[in-house]
């Protein structure tokens, strides 16, 4: 999959540009969605501690298993593995922007 995604960005600069556009949207909305909601979490003592440990734990969980999957999937022969490794970033913050967004739903709603 990650060879025919490679692929696919070689056959011209648009289709790379638009894996790098999604890559930046996914972090810019992503950044966007934990700033606010930690806004709406509050000053920070021991309830909101706990709930940006567990949002960092989740986070620090998906970038080890997002980097195992970079690890074993991207070849070295891939051209774009740079792409890839920040889509794979991207996939962290969104998962955390994620269960940040659940968090609040089931603590504070």
Do not use: H
């Not at 930690?38 to 949002?55: A, C, L, Q, S, V």
């Not at 989740?58 to 970038?63: E, H, I, L, V, Y």
């Not at 999957?69 to 890839?84: A, E």
């Amino acid at each position: 999959m990650i060879e025919v995604l490679n692929n696919w960005m070689l056959e011209s600069s648009q289709n790379f540009n638009m894996i790098v556009g999604l890559t930046m949207v996914m972090y810019v909305g992503s950044i966007a969605v934990l700033i606010f909601i930690g806004k709406k979490f509050g000053r920070p003592d021991e309830r909101t501690n706990t709930i940006y440990f567990k949002i960092t734990s989740c986070m620090f969980m998906t970038q080890l298993i997002m980097n195992s999957i970079f690890i074993s999937l991207v070849d070295r022969d891939i051209d774009y593995f740079r792409q890839f490794f920040l889509l794979f970033q991207g996939i962290v913050f969104v998962v955390g922007a994620i269960y940040s967004y659940s968090l609040y739903k089931k603590d504070f709603k």
